[in-house]
């Protein structure tokens, strides 16, 4: 059963081609990771799905509904949630007011001006909730802004997860990380995302076979290769465009 | 604790509100104590807006005066009996006639925050003031129009001519209106307000649509900025176009900025601040302005979060029992900064007045002589050293006030 | 009806110059700093007025040398010591700070000057018809205007296409951190900018002082036109500002001297109403009335339906 069906995606810049014809599936409940060289046109790719640009040409299909050209809320709606590769929340906000915000949509509270969130004692603790899991919540207070990059980058990964939204894309989480924290980055990410489906780009390899069912290997704007770990590895085609010396050095 | 302690915050605002005209009586305490009741109301509407939505308006007078106008109308069709209500609910009317407005401005106008929003709303401020000028069968042209309120049904026998007696009708109005928007505040849609000012592109990523975030806190703003504008007509029983043109618009974003935006606390301060320094210097100096021009500058560039801000930043050292340590402080930079602006204000009348002399808290100042300058300009240029002088002083025990303790930090 | 066109045309342009002199200045700053100046007409004003000062000693020409600089220099203490310290804490609040600067001249200048008209006037030696068309006259301090504004025009021009600065203010509107990490000292630019485009603007006020009438209120009269031009332009666009100064300028001035109104209009399609009528303001609305209502009407359709204007490119 498959979750995202891209067909013969196409972005253009101008005249620039960044996206060329990327036809993808994403399995529901699979761990997909997107790997490819810088420009490749990873992120641009995340933001076609995720609605932040308009697609140039082709169909995006997010559990049996078109979901190309629609804004980012009404994706984010039909449980479509994602995360940035710089840190994107709501700075002068604190944790918790960060947490619940993302949760209030998917828990049925839309536009209401007549429920009062101190009131709602069943969000407050699917909020207190997600702040364990990414290991805030002795932080809960705290207004986010100032909080330690790592800490920030948790934040940005509770925001993406705490909707509960089946697909959950991830853009280079663990970036700019030391190599303790991204130890705890993947688990944190293991953790949260157990039964969802995953989609996301890494640069760190050993954190991507580590981690995905399958990976996708985008180069200029083409996918050359979607396979398992093992295949994509053992893949000439990929090796020769990408691969080889990363896997080796990893 | 919360909320007791909520509850009896807001007890005693009520009772507050009430008892007012118990300490102050006379004739122009209840004046003041009305222009305050509009003005508390107009500014915390304001602060929905750029407050807690950052949207930044430069016409937000429109619904204010278009809802005193429209209830205006109404005192008029009460008075020759073409209709027959209270006149309590006026400032309903003049309410759902700012939320009518704002649902249609707002719909194209808050499409975008930041430069374009305030444009717009520049340019609406201006279009619906020069219109109103044109029509000068419903607007009365420069002259405005006027009611009276005194002839709708009694309400237990008060008919409402004495403005102590408006004074109590508007206090519960405010009241409301003030319960209203914190209430606002606290619900998703004031939530969501927050963080599309925060951070718009992210909140469409967690299911919301910014403008219709915007939209909805600038129709809220707009029903509260009508109800203020409905006490302005029943208070002053009459309307002008000054009350929807840009003048107005400026002296709220003024009481809003100075009292504090963000706090909620904070535009209900700026309102009473600067009612009463219109009421009371304007008695005494014709140059009010100016210096509420001076402040204004001074407040943005050096407390942008007004004086709510300036007050919520002592909290950590309130929290750490160090406040008293700035007591000393405060007073070595105080009283020199004080003179400095008393002189600077002394020498400013100076130059205004057409008197040989004239009388400054008591001191006969004679204004053609070369001394008595010589004498201001000296204590002017020692104080602001002084000022300067001490300012490091007051910086370190801020420093030292704010410090985390030994004790917290050897736990982090 | 050829000569009233004319006539028009030629007041349009004057109008239309002169407030191009001040929206220039108002993109400079703009494309540069991001920061709509809301105190940009004050600064045009405080021209008109310190000119009038100094007439009263030196006579016109030095008042046109002078207030200008003054203007500049007041322009520059401003950026340096008031923006700059605002301008850490966003663009709200430096659109604020500069509307509270706004207030704080109007105020200041009734202060100090007086809340009446000043008897600003223009030179003896311009004081004469340039021409005279169909029996009616224009000024040669008119025509004096249009020199100055045009040659501006093309100093402005010239320098920001041809000169080193120039080459380096136009690659800091598209890319100012670029133009930082080569090394350009960028708040020495931005000073400069905010000095330039304030003399511009004191300049506006010179030669429109004793034509525009010298009064406190004289910022407020242009102060939100001049913005509604650089929107409608587009935002950081020079050319755009030509246009749509232009654009205003004549607008205003056919819809003033045309005498077309409802009533005209309603007797074109044979419907007429009786004065009783409630909408009576509405039937005999003429366009002299609407004139000063049009430049928001456009301001705000744009800003709708085209928010970058007319030769803009940058939204925000």
Partial sequence: MSILTLKDVRKNFGVSEIIRGVSLDIKEGEKHAIIGPNGAGKSTLFHLISGRYNVTAGTINFNGAEIQNKPPYEIARLGLARSFQVTNIFPRLNVFENVRCALLWSNGYGYSFWHLLGKQTELNEKTMHVLEQIGLKDKALFPSGELAYAQQRALELGIAIASGAELVMLDEPVAGMSHSEAENAVELIRRITEGKTLIMVEHDMSIVFDVADRISVLVYGEIIATDTPENIRANPKVQEAYLGEVVTSA | ?????????????????????????????????????????????????????????????????????????????????????????????????????????????????????????????????????????????????????????????????????????????????????????????????????????????????????????????????????????????????????????????????????????????????????????????????????????????????????????????????????????????????????????????????????????????????????????????????????????LRDAWESANAIPASEKTES | MLEVLIFATLNGLVTGLLLFMLASGLTLIFSMMGVLNFAHASFYMLGAYFAFSISQYLGFWAGLIFAPLIVGSVGALVERYGLRRVHKSGHVAELVFTFGLAFLVEEAIQFIWGRDTKNYQSPDILDFPLFTLFGQEFSAYRGFMIAISLGIFICLYRVLTRSRIGIIIQAAITHPNTVANLGHNVPLIFMGVFGVGTALAGLAGVIAGPVLTTFPGMAAVLGSIVFVIVVIGGLGSLAGAFIASLLIGLLQSYAIASDVGMPELLNLIGVSFESSHPLNDLWTLTLPQVAPILPFLLLVLVLIFRPTGLLGKREE
Avoid at chain 2, 76 to 98: A, C, D, K, N, Q
Avoid at chain 2, 155 to 181: K, S
Avoid at chain 2, 339 to 351: H, K, N, P, Q, R
Wanted: glycine share 10%; net charge negative.
């Fill in chain 2, 1 to 393: 604790m919360g909320m007791i302690k909520k509850l009896s915050v807001w007890i005693g605002y009520l009772i507050v509100l009430l008892a007012l005209p118990q300490f102050f009586d006379s004739i122009l305490a209840i004046s003041i104590f009305n222009q305050m009741a509009i003005a508390i109301v107009f500014s915390l509407s304001y602060n929905m807006l750029l407050g807690q939505g950052g949207m930044l308006s430069f016409g937000h007078a429109v619904y204010f005066g278009l809802g005193g106008f429209l209830a205006v109308h109404a005192l008029i069709l009460i008075e020759f009996e073409t209709v027959y209500f209270s006149i309590l609910f006026i400032p309903l009317i003049g309410g759902v006639i700012g939320l009518l407005a704002a649902i249609f401005i707002g719909s194209f106008s808050t499409r975008k925050a930041g430069t374009i929003f305030a444009m717009i709303s520049l340019g609406i401020g201006e279009l619906i003031a020069a219109t109103s000028l044109i029509f000068t069968d419903f607007f009365g042209g420069e002259a405005g129009i006027s009611g009276d309120r005194t002839f709708g049904p009694l309400f237990f026998g008060v008919d409402f001519a004495q403005d102590l007696e408006i004074y109590y009708l508007a206090a519960i109005w405010v009241f409301i209106a003030t319960v209203f928007m914190y209430l606002f505040t606290q619900t998703p849609a004031g939530r969501m307000a927050n963080a599309v000012r925060e951070n718009p592109e992210r909140a469409e990523f967690i299911g919301y649509s910014a403008r219709r975030v915007r939209f909805i806190s600038f129709c809220a703003s707009g029903l509260f900025a009508g109800i203020a504008g409905g006490l302005f007509a029943l208070n002053y029983e009459f309307i002008t176009e000054e009350n929807l043109n840009a003048i107005t618009s400026g002296r709220v974003l003024l009481m809003a900025y100075i009292g504090g935006l963000g706090y909620f606390i904070g535009p209900i301060i700026g309102a009473v601040i600067l009612t009463l320094m219109n009421s009371l210097l304007s008695n005494y100096s014709e140059l009010w302005m100016l210096y509420l021009g001076i402040m204004f500058i001074l407040t943005v560039m050096f407390l942008p979060r007004g004086f709510a801000g300036f007050i919520m930043m002592h909290q950590t050292a309130w929290l750490r029992g160090n406040l008293k340590q700035l007591a000393l402080p405060y007073l070595i930079s105080g009283i020199p900064a004080f003179l400095f602006s008393m002189t600077c204000v002394a020498m400013i009348e100076m130059m205004q007045t057409e008197e040989q002399s004239f009388s400054f808290f008591g001191m006969q100042l004679a204004t053609d002589a070369a001394l008595t300058w010589i004498v201001a300009i000296t204590i002017a240029v020692a104080a602001f050293y002084a000022t300067r002088r001490s300012l490091p002083q």
